[in-house]
């Protein structure tokens, strides 16, 4: 059975710093890759970074771009959500999701597992 917990959320002020993360049971790893969308009230999840587990390499929204960096730990099974210079507009429910789709970004709809979220609130 395949689980994402996420965690990290909190509560903090614009320019402060979170750390998100993401502990994945159950997946083969090497064959997959990670994504970390957020949705906010009355709007639709979108992406925000993807990572693949072998190469590493990694994605970004435009807005998050030199704020946001995604990591993993192959050894833990978990991936990261490194937030600086946080913004009210960031403010936001956060999900990882895994997904088999390595080739290239993949679709929100072709993520096929999601954590619960975590809520992330930014104060101005």
């Known amino acids: 059975q395949v689980q994402l917990v996420e965690s990290g959320g909190g509560l903090v002020q614009a320019g402060g710093s979170l750390r998100l993360s993401c502990a994945a049971s159950g997946l083969t790893f090497a064959g997959s890759a990670m994504g970390w969308f957020r949705q906010a009230p009355g709007k639709e999840r979108e992406f925000v970074a993807h990572?693949?587990?072998?190469?590493?390499?990694?994605y970004y929204e435009d807005s998050v771009k030199g704020r946001f960096t995604i990591s993993r730990d192959n050894a833990k099974n978990t991936v990261y959500l490194q937030m600086n210079s946080l913004k009210p507009e960031d403010t936001a429910v956060y999900y990882c999701?895994?997904?088999?789709?390595?080739?290239?970004?993949?679709?929100?709809?072709?993520?096929?597992?999601w954590g619960q979220g975590t809520q992330v609130t930014v104060s101005s």
């Open positions: 990572i693949s587990w072998i190469a590493g390499r990694t």
């Open positions: 999701a895994a997904t088999w789709i390595v080739s290239r970004i993949p679709t929100r709809n072709e993520y096929t597992y």
